[in-house]
């Protein structure tokens, strides 16, 4: 059964998220500018290396259920938000899990890494289906858009694709760092003022020290 922290923690989370999702505050990525670098995910990975996974669960199906009601072309659009978020939580959970004995930075460089490469190699094939099969007119949009921006002539092609999927995970790549880095400063932040309280200390450092806060 769900404790009340772990309940409370992953809904709070999934609040600040949803605040950050509807503020005029994410950063269109240029060569494909329909794709946004949003702050609303750093809520998502301060509720895992906060708390835990279980309650960065909750804040990203919370998260990823309001979206699908008032969130903008639904069901597409939170879909493949949901799929980044969750397969970079996952992917950071079993490459922090691996190296958890060696250390805090181990388990940040470990969970950096593979939750990186999950999300890439999901996003990759999520944006495939979305570009050939359910939405062909969006990659015509997509390398017209990125012809633009390189200068270029792009086809609709293999060369086309070859180009979108790149810059597809280039972006992927950049949104981790974006997310990761805040989320670790406002962490860090967090435990030396002591705003949760002199006892409280992230997931992330309690799993590397082996000391389990109840």
């Known amino acids: 059964m769900l404790s009340t922290r772990t309940i409370t923690s ?45 309650p960065a669960l909750i804040t990203n199906m919370v998260y990823y259920f309001v979206l699908l009601a ?4 639904t069901p597409v659009g939170p879909t493949m938000k949901f799929l980044a978020v969750a397969s970079s939580l996952l992917g950071f959970w079993l490459g922090s899990r691996m190296v958890y004995a ?45 012809g633009a921006f390189l200068g270029v002539d ?5 060369a086309g694709l070859f180009l979108v999927m790149v810059f597809t995970a280039v972006y992927n790549v950049l949104h981790m760092g974006f997310s990761l880095i805040p989320t670790i400063i406002l962490l860090k932040a967090i435990q030396k003022t002591r705003a949760l309280g002199s006892k409280w200390t992230p997931w992330m450092i309690q799993t590397s020290t082996g000391k389990r806060q109840s």
């Open 70 to 73: 008032v969130g903008e072309f």
């Open 10 to 54: 992953g809904a709070s989370m999934a609040a600040l998220a949803l605040i950050l999702a509807f503020l005029p505050l994410s950063i269109p990525f240029p060569p494909i500018p329909y794709l946004r670098i949003d702050p609303a995910e750093i809520p998502v990975f301060i509720s895992l290396l906060g708390f835990g996974p279980l």
């Open 102 to 146: 060696r250390g805090f930075k181990p388990m940040l460089a470990a969970g950096t890494f593979l939750g990186t490469v999950l999300r890439v190699l999901t996003m990759t094939a999520a944006n495939y289906v979305v570009l050939l099969i359910l939405f062909p007119d969006f990659f015509s949009l997509a390398t017209a858009l990125l």
């Open 154 to 158: 792009i086809s609709s092609g293999q």
